[in-house]
Structures are given as C-alpha cells and as structure tokens.
C-alpha cells in the first residue's frame, strides 16, 4: 500500500477514537526529514508532557525508531526546506502546559536612585569642602605652663613647684559646611558669624592687631608686676604700635616713635597719651613730641580727627615703653593677642619671689591687663574654661564680666573667680593653702 494511503487511514482512526490527527495537533508538530522521505506527525502524548521525535522511516501505526526527551518552556521556529510543494514553515511549540512566554525583566528603580546618590554625594562632599561661610568656629586650644616662658637675666630666679596656666582657644577662620556642622554640634565650640569676631576689620589687619596686642600684654605684665614689688617710675612713654592711614597725623608719626609729651601733659605710659588726647574736641591740633630712634626729641602738631561717639582721634595705636630695672623676656611663641596678661604678670611676680604664689597647685588666669592693674574681658573665656579644666587646674581666674560664661561651660571641680584687678587676683591666691601672695616683699637687689 502506498505511504500516502496509510497515513490517510491512519488519520481517520484517529479521528474515530478522538484524538487530533497529526495535520490539526497544536501542542507540537515537528518534521522531519528522512533518507526516504518526509512524514509529520503528532508529537505530545496525551499529558504526557514527552516530545515524540521521529527519525527513520514513518509508518502508520508509529512503527520505526522513535525517541521521547522531555520539553522546556520555549517558543523556537522550525523551518526546513519546501519538500513537494509543501511549505513546512511552523510554529514549534516545546510542553503541552501552555506557559505564557517569560516576561521582560522590570525594572529596578533602587539601582537609579544608588546611581544618582553616587553622583550627588561626592558632588556634596567638594562643595560642602571648598566653599567657605562668613563664620569663625571658636573652640577649645592648649594651656601652657608659663614658667617655662619667663626667664630672667642680672636678678635671682625662683622656679616655682605650682603651675600658672595661661590658655588659649583654636579658631577656624571662614569654616566650611563640615567644619561649621561639627562646631554646632560640639557643646564645647562655637560657631559665630566673622563680623562678630573682627567687625569690619579684614583678617590680615586683625591678626596684626593680635601681635602688637600680645607684644603690648607682655610689657604691660613686667611693668604690673614689679610696680607691686615696689619699682617705679619704669615708664617712659607711650610707644606707636601702629598708625591708620588718611588721617591728619598719619605723615607725622610712624611706628617705633615714642610719645613723651601732650601739649604740656608729661607721658610715662600710654594712658597718658590717651588722657592728653581726649582732654581736646576732633579737628582740634594737639602738640606731641617724641623720640625717634636715638635722635633728640622734637615737637610735632598733629591734628584730631573725629572718632566713635564723637571722640577725638589721632589714628594711632599706642603701648607702654618701660625701662626695666633688669632683663626680663617672656616667651610667647606664636600665640598672639591680649588675653594671657593677668597670667604673664602673675608669673613675673612668681619668678621674682621665694616660695610658692599659687600654694604647689595649678591654677589657670585669663585677662587683659592694663598699666594700672584692671583686668579687663576678654573672648573665649567658655572653651578656656574648658581648656584649663582639662590641664588639671583646680582654680580659674577670669575677668567678672567674663564670669557667667566661664561658668557655663565648665564641669564640676573647677572653682571660678571673678577679679576686677591684679590686686584681686593676688587675694584668690592668697586664700589657697601653702600661698605667700599675701605676703610678698621686694626681691633683694642684685649682687
């Protein structure tokens, strides 16, 4: 019987006995190619869930070598050549459990954000460094032993065993957003805005400030100092620090020079001069003379311009000149401005005296002092506190105004005097035990 008749039969039967013919079958149809000649046929067993490859020859009744493998899920197309004007073109469809196809992959919105944040906090990170803000951070810097910077040449020295502590704060000038973040949330700093700090002043000009006022502070504590032991009269003038250009006197006078006179007021310290210029009305002409290097002194007239509140104002900054009675040096380092005064002072009188001034302990001074004697405020003073508590002073003296802030920033165990003047210093130190504040005579000459 031909091939083409059995199969025909073979399709009726199986219509008979409910199945699909192999030409109708939906779950898979393969053909395949043969050295002697092509059939198509059906490929799933009912639920079997097999794929019927057919290789050899195709009889009716599945006869000749058949192999079934299992399915995957996919969807692949099957072409082979046109064979007797047959397009044998098909969808071929692996499994029987109708699958949908896979779906394409979602997308993952995290993986967008994390490579934004990538980028954006670097970006963050440089900007937040290299632009700078209007603010200075203020916050606690070292303490010092000031024995060890005061040193005294043609007169007897005293080392003492207790400690004079002068402090100092670390300022951040024009912090960045960092360093301004961290200074809001350490208790112990500060952050405050620059005009607070210097005013209209620019940083330069305000550094210079601080390094004639701390050259000021150390003449001004050897001449507080051995006044009390009873030297006099070791003022000479007033020396020009410094001199504001644009104002009437500003061609007349340059630093160095040493004013000894105004109008007809003798000057031994620079409040004199103050006094003899405030004693006149702006635009008025005042007469200084002064001393020049080691040239004879000559009279000049300066005129006065007008100042804050309507004060007169030659433009000058002034400090004392003294001559002392012997060396003395006091070692500064690159701290600069007038705190470290009361301190200075207090350790002249230390070095210059038998026994002990603060009674063996340690005890911190913070202050500006003046030729006479008053200890004026001074910035900081809360991160100095802070400061000398951790140096291990049991005793801070600090200028009263400076008082509640000092307070409010140190821990328990540290007592805070308030002092107006180097006298009032000298009692807090008289109270501790061991002290001979209270008793100190005039050091004995040089031999």
Known sequence: MPERTRVQIERARLRRVGRRPPAVARSGTVMARTSEGWADMATRAAGEGFLIRVRGRIVAGWSGSLRAIRTTPTITTATTARLNSVDTTDAMLTGTDGAAPPEPSRRRPWLVVLAAL???????GITGQLVT??????????????????????????PPRGRILYTTVSVRERVNAFEALAGWIDPATDVVPEQKVRGDIPPDKYRQLNVEAMADSKTTAQLVALRHLGFNDLGVGAEILSVQEGLPASPLLRPGDVVTQVDDRPVRVAADAVAGIRARLPRDTVRLRIVRGDAPPVDVEAGLAEGDEGRPLLGVRMGDKIKLPFEIDIESGRVIGPSAGLAYALEVLEVLTPGELTGGMSVGATGELRSDGVVGPIGGVAQKAVTVQRAGALVFLVPRENLDEARSSAAKGLQIHAVDTFDEALKVLGSLQGSNALALGRPAPPA
């Not at 803000?133 to 007897?156: C, E, F, M, N, Q």
């Open 133 to 158: 803000l209007p603010y200075d951070s203020i916050g606690p810097g070292s303490a010092r032993d000031v024995s060890g910077l005061v040193t005294v040449k043609g007169h007897p020295s005293y």
């Open 118 to 124: 990538g980028l954006l906090l670097p970006a963050i």
